[in-house]
């Protein structure tokens, strides 16, 4: 009997079980499952599972994260003034589809299958839950250039942003690095170091093989304190980073510690993909000028520059980036419309922003720290 795309429970699939490629941390599917069965990415959060995938003789041939959302946090692509203009015209956005990872800005292929034809398999049955449950839109966010065409070829309309990734050029070390700035922006960064270094500041960095249950919870008590201080509750759930300690040499999670007179004080959480550091979460207990600055991403950097790491990518946009190495990218996502009257009128919306995002890139080349020997 042919094997059709069904609805899955990544929950129950075994690891062994899985034929296409996982190198992406984030699509791996025990960190999708870390965040449901910890209630980090829930139905009471707005994160209704409803993965695809296709099996065959219990072995997982292709999937598809997907999720029935009803808002629009923890995605980090702004789509409310959509949501916005369609309940004016007195018809619903949410819930709509989403192919993402969730409070996870990077980049991944999204749709995973081992043939273009796993993939626009993938596509179709997606596409076909629109028309059978009448909901308006599906939207792919961050996915990599590799599935780019195929989305295109099925009348996606895509959509431009940015982000800052800082690119390791073969460095010696902090210093070497510092040689491609003008004088000037090297004297701020190394009065922003010495700065932090003066409130009798030091680091620990924790690699994945040596965090602790313990570490966890500092980490988390740090992370939180971010979220309370905007008045929300945090995204993730301390559950989700105890799953996340069970399966550390899939995820190799590394903390950069910020201690003050043998008490820490502040954390900031990267994960190590291929060639590749992702900064993610951070938290501080005290304000400290410049700490933010050191502990998200000098730390990171000096990591990447001793472990020679390509490049670190700390999170969607940031223009703060740009004065202290990171350079500007573009990224993407990707949004289909079950009716044309709506998908013309964000087409339109697209293509003038697309302009302004080409513009902005190319300001930012002009403001570069650099020195002149050195073009982004």
Known sequence: MKSKIKRIDINSINAS???FEQTNVFENLKFLSALEESNSASKNSGWE????????????????PLYKKFNSYGEFVFDYQWANALMGSNRSYYPKLLTAVPYTPCEGNRILGRTEKDKIELIDKAIAILNEDNIESWHILF???NNHEILKQKEFIERHSYRFIWKNKGYDNFDDFLSIFTSRQRSTIKKERKSVARNNISFIQKEWDQITLEDWDF??????????????????????????????????PIIFFAYQENEPIAASLCFKG???????????LKKVSNLHFECCYYQGIDYCIKNNIACFDPGVQ?????????????????????NKDFEEAVKKYCRSERAQIKNYLEACKRYTPFNINYKI
């Open 17 to 19: 079980k899985v034929s």
């Open 49 to 64: 599972s409803h993965h695809l995938g296709k099996f065959n003789h219990g072995e997982l041939l292709s999937f598809l």
């Open 143 to 145: 996915p990599k250039n």
């Open 274 to 284: 291929k060639d590749i550091l992702y900064g993610r979460h951070w938290g501080a």
């Open 318 to 338: 940031g223009e703060h980036k740009i004065r202290r190495g990171f350079e500007p990218k573009l990224t993407y996502s990707f949004h289909y419309f079950l």
């Open 219 to 252: 980490f988390y008590l740090f992370y939180q304190q971010t979220y309370y201080e905007r008045g929300q509750n945090p995204y993730l759930t301390r559950e989700f980073f105890s799953k996340i300690n069970t399966a550390n040499q899939i995820f190799k």
